[in-house]
C-alpha cells in the first residue's frame, strides 16, 4: 500500500486503464456478445445489428452507471472535506432523500418536465441542505450535531418517501434500480456532471486547505466559510443529479472515498480522480454482477451496495483503527 502512495499517478493510470476492460465486458454481458474488433467496426466503419443493439441499450446504461458512481463517490468525498468527518455522506445526512422526495413529486404531478427534472431535484437537495444546517446552528456549527440532525432529517424524509410511494399506484417498486436508460439520460448527466468535474480540477488546494483547522485559515486571511459553500454546493448538485436519474445508491459516497485514501493518501489532487474513477469503477461492477448472477432476473446495484457495502465498510473501519493505534 505504502508503495501504491508513492506512485499515485501510476494508481490512477491503472484505474482507468481497469476501467476501460470493465467498460468492455460490461456492455458485452448478456445474450448479444461481440469481439473488440467487430465492435469497433460496427461503432465506426460498417453498420453490425448485434453492435447497433448494444450501442441502443447497453452503452447508455453502463455510461449512466459510471457517471452516477462517480458523482456519488465525489459528492461523498466532498461532504467528507466540508464536515470534516468520514462519516459525512449525502445518503447518511439526508441529502439522497431530499432529492429523491422531489425527484418522486416531479414524477408524479410534472412527468412532461423531464428534461428540468435533475435541476428541481438540485432545488430539493439545496432545500435540505439548506434546513439541516439551520436546524444545526446553535451558537456555531458542529460537525456532529449536523450529522445527527442529518439522519433525523434522512428517516422523516425516507418514511415520506415510503408513504407517497405506498398510496400511488403509478409508482414502480424499483426507483432505484439502474435498469432501462437512453443516452437522453446520458445527455442530463454529462450536462451537469462534466462542468462540475472541471471545476473542481481548481478546488484541490481549497480542499487540502478545508482539512486545516478554522483559525489557522482565519489567521492566513482565507475565507473558509465561502469555500465551505461552494464545495457543498458541488457535492448537493452531484448527489442530486445522481438520485434524478439513478434513484438512491448507498454506500458509493461513504466506501469509495475511505478505499480512495488507502491507495493514494489525503492529498486532493490526487484523491479527486481516484475517487471519480474508482465510484465509476464500484458501481459499473455491482450492476454488471447483478444482472449476471441470477440471469435473466436481476439484483439492482442499490441492493448489491448494501449487502457489499456494509461488511467492506465495518473492514474498512477495523484497518483504520489498527494503523492509528
Request: proline letters at 4%; aromatic letters at 8%.
Amino acid at each position: 500500500m505504502k508503495t501504491i502512495k508513492k506512485h499515485p499517478l501510476l494508481f490512477i493510470l491503472s484505474l482507468f486503464i481497469l476501467l476501460c476492460i470493465s467498460f468492455f465486458i460490461a456492455i458485452n454481458t448478456g445474450t448479444i456478445k461481440v469481439s473488440f474488433i467487430q465492435l469497433l467496426k460496427g461503432l465506426f466503419v460498417e453498420y453490425n445489428k448485434d453492435v447497433a443493439s448494444i450501442y441502443q441499450i447497453r452503452f447508455p446504461r453502463v455510461i449512466v452507471t459510471m457517471l452516477v458512481g462517480c458523482a456519488l463517490a465525489l459528492a461523498g468525498l466532498l461532504f467528507q472535506v466540508v464536515l470534516k468527518n468520514p462519516l459525512a455522506d449525502p445518503g447518511i445526512i439526508g441529502i439522497s432523500a431530499g432529492a429523491q422526495l422531489v425527484s418522486l413529486l416531479v414524477g408524479i404531478f410534472l412527468p412532461d418536465l423531464y428534461t428540468i427534472k435533475p435541476l428541481l431535484t438540485c432545488l430539493g437537495g439545496l432545500i435540505t441542505f439548506i434546513l439541516i444546517y439551520s436546524l444545526s446552528w446553535k451558537s456555531g456549527l458542529k460537525t456532529i450535531r449536523i450529522i445527527l440532525v442529518g439522519v433525523a432529517i434522512h428517516y422523516t424524509l425516507t418514511a415520506i418517501i415510503s408513504f407517497i410511494e405506498s398510496i400511488s399506484s403509478s409508482i414502480s417498486s424499483s426507483v432505484d434500480s439502474v435498469i432501462l436508460y437512453t443516452w437522453n439520460d446520458v445527455q442530463l448527466l454529462m450536462i451537469y456532471i462534466l462542468p462540475i468535474l472541471i471545476i473542481l480540477c481548481f478546488l484541490t488546494k481549497a480542499c487540502d486547505l478545508l482539512g486545516l483547522e478554522d483559525r489557522t485559515l482565519l489567521s492566513l486571511g482565507i475565507n473558509v466559510n465561502l469555500y465551505r459553500f461552494i464545495i457543498s454546493l458541488l457535492a448537493v448538485i452531484l448527489c442530486s443529479v445522481s438520485v434524478a436519474i439513478a434513484g438512491v445508491l448507498s454506500f458509493v459516497g461513504l466506501l469509495v472515498p475511505h478505499l480512495a485514501r488507502l491507495f493514494v493518501g489525503n492529498k486532493h489532487s490526487y484523491l479527486i480522480p481516484t475517487s471519480g474513477l474508482l465510484g465509476a469503477l464500484v458501481l459499473l461492477i455491482a450492476d454488471t454482477l447483478g444482472r449476471v448472477i441470477i440471469a435473466p432476473y436481476e439484483i439492482t446495484p442499490a441492493i448489491l451496495m448494501a449487502i457489499i457495502g456494509g461488511p467492506l465498510f465495518i473492514i474498512l473501519l477495523k484497518r483504520s483503527s489498527v494503523h492509528e493505534s
